[in-house]
């Protein structure tokens, strides 16, 4: 690997979806809500409700079931008792990713940002992914969370680089949206979304991050 250079001073990761095959946990999550309001379980075959409680924010993602419901604020506030720990048995890490990091990491920096606002340390901890990542932008850090660009922006600035020296690995049209925003080359984690790139396994990103010298 000494012989390659990185075309990008930075490679940012979404986290879900992308880290993380976690669509199973949020399920899990919602539907914990659902029965404690006594309402039945989301409908798995509701596509956009899958897109939904995938990629937005959990802020969002309420908002999206419970706006103008009269239980909407205890439906808030039972959601965030639930404990990231409960979760956790309902998440895996994506094949190959701890070893794409492996080969990244001296030869550019890493960065996450994600939608998720609270757990994202403890998932760093309990994933063995402590000290890959330089920075780790939540949604918890910014006033408009993905679409917008404001977190990938964040990240710029953090690193003092421009849009074009950082690369963002993302599964939803969130992502899509927000790389678009901030002026990031976008590569799209399976799914089919327009992109510089479409990959289905972490290997394959680095092919397009490695350049000979």
Not at 64 to 84: L, N, S, V, W
Not at 134 to 146: I, L
Request: net charge negative; charged share 25%.
């Amino acid at each position: 690997m000494n012989n390659l250079k990185s075309r990008y001073k930075v490679v940012i990761y979404d986290c879900d979806g992308v880290i993380l095959d976690s669509i199973e946990s949020n399920y899990v999550f919602y539907n914990r809500v659902m029965e404690f309001l006594g309402r039945p379980e989301i409908d798995r075959d509701n596509g956009d409700a899958k897109r939904v409680l995938h990629t937005y924010s959990f802020n969002d993602v309420m908002e999206y079931f419970f706006t103008g419901d009269t239980q909407r604020d205890e439906a808030f506030r039972f959601a965030k008792t639930i404990h990231y720990h409960d979760l956790m048995p309902y998440m895996k890490m994506e094949d190959g990713f701890i070893n794409a990091l492996d080969r990244l990491k001296g030869h550019t920096s890493l960065a996450i940002c994600t939608n998720r606002a609270t757990s994202m340390d403890m998932i760093i901890e309990d994933f063995g992914l402590t000290g890959y990542f330089e920075y780790v932008m939540t949604a918890s850090q910014v006033t408009n969370p993905k679409p917008h660009p404001e977190p990938l922006l964040k990240v710029l600035t953090h690193f003092e680089i421009k849009p074009e020296e950082a690369l963002f690995i993302g599964d939803g049209e969130v992502d899509m949206q927000a790389a678009k925003g901030a002026g990031i080359p976008f590569i799209s984690y399976k799914s089919n979304l327009p992109a510089l790139a479409r990959i289905q396994h972490h290997a394959e990103i680095l092919q397009h991050v490695f350049s000979a010298e």
